[in-house]
């Protein structure tokens, strides 16, 4: 089965989602069940653009890919490129031994503690860490606490059987699903509730099993209200089948795609499952739906989105309806996501030598950069630009040379810092000391965050010290602090890592230690293994253990695995896709 491979940019993811099996509404709406586990959002409260919901969704994946084409970095784990320029120390790997010899004692804590959020945080943790042989003692612990007292720890384990990716756990989730007697006993109650069920199909998706179909299939034939929640998650699990030889699933989604589920949140995934199931024959019938003006608006972006996904250059009749809708289409988020899927798709396609199936694409980039057709396009076909540009190198000065001066002009500090994200990946170093100014100059969180992974991105390293010490100074917040990190990991962080365990040694109240530990997880620093341990055991707060715990979890490499590469869609959280979700186990 195809795969796709290029960044889910043009996510994510943010892709994205409503965030939990629960819900998958059109406007996100994260489900206690999950939000622990997210990051703090870090969004500005004003701003016409709305990039930053793309970037927060795609960030990881862009950069993961991002690191592997840019000369001179060594990448080292999901989203953490480090510079490796004969000056800094790259964190070594975390080697899977060390992982197993963690989980004995995360599942220890996770049986005997009984604080929810804790749980909550541990359960993903331990998925993500567990292999091999650990993985059994996991799953049994995460199976016990399916008859937690709590809603919220029930849906958690649930969703961590999936991430975990323990086969044997397939018939407990299907017993969930099917709300039959053994899923009965499995929660201790006379039901199985809608929350979990709907987690259990979507971590029956992250299983990968090619034996799930047909229950996957049953919940979509149930033409009930009660089960809208449920079958949004069945046709995303469906498009996660890691392997489809016969066509089968292709067929049911293709069927699904011509007569759509009378719930319009159910109808939106199916788009995005053919996107993730990877299948080329899906491209004609999804630009079908992108061409239908008549058509539901949210169904048609995330038909924009999948072909994002599946198409080339050499699917014209795709190409050349993304790229009429970005001049011509009433709705914003429709162009927008048109101007990513043509980058999307120009980047994935090879150059033929007399390049002509790129030109249209280019063209057209480069127009929306110069004159853009809609005033709210200049961000995004900067970003646009960036990412097509990554793959076709010949476009880096060009693209550097038009976004420099949108940059000096623009007075709105959201606009400003996307066209900062745009030059750093088309590694604009020459412009890095303007940048460092601005930073200075910035202070909230979010346009500080973002200009400083601009510069983490551009290897920057005047601006380490600064960082470094905005991050350990007690008035910045946890979301400044996570976005600081991000970019000194992207420095080459041991000297921050140290810097973080010499703090953490003073002590201070709760709130600052799980700040500094949220912190430290973006590091991906090895050398804190130990003392993040010590603090999920001993730690006298909830907040800073299972702060804790997600950075241990973190340091796993799972989520190199297929659980990111299928959840993470190519747009924010309005296309209705569940990207936080896959921010519950990273």
């Not at 009984?114 to 860490?129: C, F, K, P, Q």
């Not at 990716?165 to 509730?193: F, M, Y």
């Not at 259990?200 to 099993?209: F, I, K, M, S, V």
């Not at 900067?382 to 420099?404: D, G, N, S």
Request: with cysteine; aromatic share 4%; hydrophobic share 45%.
């Amino acid at each position: 089965m195809q795969q796709t491979t290029l960044p889910h940019g043009g996510k994510l993811l943010l892709v994205a989602l409503s965030a939990v099996a629960l819900s998958l509404a059109f406007t996100p709406a994260i489900t206690p069940a999950v939000e622990p586990a997210i990051e703090p959002a870090i969004e500005p409260a004003y701003g016409s653009s709305n990039w930053w919901r793309w970037w927060g969704t795609n960030r990881e994946a862009l950069l993961h890919h991002w690191g592997q084409k840019t000369p001179g970095r060594t990448f080292v784990g999901w989203g953490d490129a480090v510079v490796s320029r004969g000056r800094h120390a790259i964190p070594p790997p975390m080697s899977p031994e060390r992982m197993r010899r963690l989980v004995p004692d995360l599942v220890k804590v996770l049986e005997k503690t009984d604080e929810t959020n804790l749980r909550m945080r541990l359960s993903y943790a331990v998925g993500r860490i567990a292999d091999g042989e650990a993985t059994t003692a996991a799953r049994l612990a995460m199976e016990k606490l399916l008859s937690d007292s709590s809603q919220d720890v029930r849906s958690t384990m649930t969703m961590a059987l999936g991430i975990l990716g323990d086969r044997a756990a397939q018939k407990t989730l299907l017993a969930l699903l099917r709300d039959d007697d053994k899923g009965h006993i499995a929660v201790r109650q006379s039901r199985v509730s809608d929350g979990v069920r709907a987690h259990a199909a979507l971590a029956l998706g992250l299983l990968g099993a090619e034996d799930v179909v047909e229950d996957l299939v049953a919940v979509l034939e149930r033409d009930d209200p009660g089960e809208w929640p449920i079958q949004a998650n069945a046709i995303l699990a469906l498009g996660l089948v890691r392997e489809d030889p016969q066509g089968e699933v292709l067929r049911i989604l293709l069927d699904v795609l011509e007569n759509p589920p009378r719930d319009d949140r159910s109808a939106l995934q199916v788009p995005i499952a053919l996107g993730k199931l990877g299948n080329h024959a899906a491209v004609k019938p999804l630009t079908a739906v992108l061409l239908d003006d008549k058509g539901e608006r949210t169904r048609r972006q995330s038909a924009a989105i999948a072909l994002g996904q599946l198409a080339t250059c050499y699917d014209e009749a795709a190409v050349n309806a993304l790229i009429d809708l970005i001049a011509e289409a009433a709705e914003d988020n429709l162009r927008h996501f048109a101007l990513m899927s043509i980058a999307q798709i120009g980047g994935r396609t090879p150059r033929s030598p007399q390049a002509w199936e790129h030109t249209p694409i280019e063209e057209r980039l480069l127009a929306e950069i110069r004159k853009p057709s809609h005033k709210d396009h200049g961000v995004w076909a900067a970003l646009a630009l960036a990412v097509y540009a990554i793959e076709h190198r010949h476009l880096v000065p060009v693209a550097i040379q038009e976004i420099i001066p949108l940059y000096e002009s623009e007075g709105d500090p959201d606009e400003k810092c996307g066209f900062a994200v745009a030059l750093a990946l088309l590694e604009a170093e020459e412009y890095g000391d303007v940048l460092f100014e601005d930073l200075e100059d910035l202070t909230e969180d979010f346009f500080r965050g973002t200009v400083a992974l601009s510069l983490g991105m551009l290897g920057h390293e005047d601006a380490r010290e600064f960082m470094t010490d905005r991050m350990l100074d007690k008035s910045t917040t946890s979301g400044q602090r996570i976005s600081l990190n991000r970019a000194l990991a992207l420095l080459g962080g041991r000297i921050t890592t140290l810097a973080i365990l010499g703090e953490w040694k003073t002590g201070g109240d709760a709130r600052r230690r799980e700040s500094l530990a949220a912190g430290l997880a973006r590091l991906r620093d090895p050398w804190a293994i130990d003392r993040m341990l010590a603090m999920v055991i001993d730690d006298g707060a909830t907040a800073p253990r299972a702060e804790a715990a997600t950075s241990l979890g973190l340091l796993a490499d799972k989520h190199l695995l297929r659980f990111h590469e299928a959840l993470i869609a190519n747009t924010h959280p309005d296309a209705g896709v569940p990207a936080r979700l896959s921010f519950a186990s990273y």
